[in-house]
């Protein structure tokens, strides 16, 4: 089976870091992906890992470890825009093969 | 072309009815994929197209919806006999299977969504 765990809310400060985790149990892997929607908007593509390490774009990082299925979404120097739902998405097989979402996690920056 | 776009935005229909969205994908991307979101959950797959074949459908897809894409292009995603419980967002996405392009490792692309009230 296919299984994406991610927490429901987190809340963190303006300017402070978050950590958004990640962990998932597919029968194969080909890649992860990393989603940001803003209510009622769609899903807009932050961030993709496929091999182990980090990822870094501006103040947004992504980091995989293929051993474990776990992967993180690291957001700096918050700002209340990045109040959103972060989806973790996996594709479980080599070429044609859709996503499967996490139920996503809901962030919410406060003052 | 400056991404995915979705027609219409919102309907709202009486249990019972027929509707009919619409996707029109980024123009180089040969692929095209809908998904149903409902609130609280992720998107979860429906179907997928690479050019005019349809490769996969999920079992979520019932014997009421049916989705076509004839020349490659826009798709379709038609549901017939409308339940309360087909409420929901609509979302088609699509990518480049050759890492043309926007994107890589063939990144799916959202378009804004459909978002279908049924009465």
């Known amino acids: 089976g296919q299984n994406i765990d991610q927490p429901t809310e987190m809340t963190a400060t303006e300017g402070a870091i978050v950590q958004i985790n990640c962990t998932y149990q597919?029968?194969?892997?080909?890649?992860l992906f990393w989603y940001q929607q803003h209510a009622g908007e769609a899903p807009t593509f932050l961030s993709y890992?496929?091999?182990?390490g980090l990822e870094e774009k501006g103040r947004f990082s992504s980091f995989l470890s293929r051993s474990k299925g776990y992967s993180y979404l690291l957001l700096k120097e918050l700002q209340m825009k990045d109040s959103a739902s972060y989806l973790c998405?996996?594709?479980?097989?080599?070429?044609?093969?859709?996503?499967?979402f996490g139920k996503g996690t809901r962030l919410s920056v406060i003052a | 072309d400056t991404g995915v776009s979705q027609d219409p935005r919102h309907k709202i229909t009486k249990r019972g009815q027929n509707v009919t969205f619409r996707c029109d994908p980024i123009?180089?991307?040969?692929?095209l994929y809908w998904y149903r979101q409902t609130l609280g959950q992720g998107p979860e797959f429906l179907t997928y197209?690479?050019?005019?074949?349809?490769?996969?459908k999920s079992r979520l897809l019932s014997d009421r919806f049916s989705a076509e894409r004839p020349k490659g292009s826009f798709s379709t995603l038609e549901i017939q006999r409308t339940e309360q419980g087909d409420s929901a967002m609509y979302l088609c996405?699509?990518?480049?299977?050759?890492?043309?392009?926007?994107?890589?490792?063939?990144?799916?692309?959202f378009g804004p969504g459909t978002r279908l009230t049924v009465l």
């Open positions: 996405a699509s990518s480049s299977s050759g890492g043309q392009g926007l994107g890589v490792a063939d990144t799916q692309y």
């Open positions: 597919t029968s194969g892997f080909n890649g």
């Open positions: 890992n496929v091999l182990d």
């Open positions: 998405a996996v594709r479980d097989m080599t070429g044609n093969t859709p996503l499967v």
């Open positions: 123009s180089e991307h040969n692929r």
């Open positions: 197209f690479q050019n005019e074949a349809q490769l996969e």
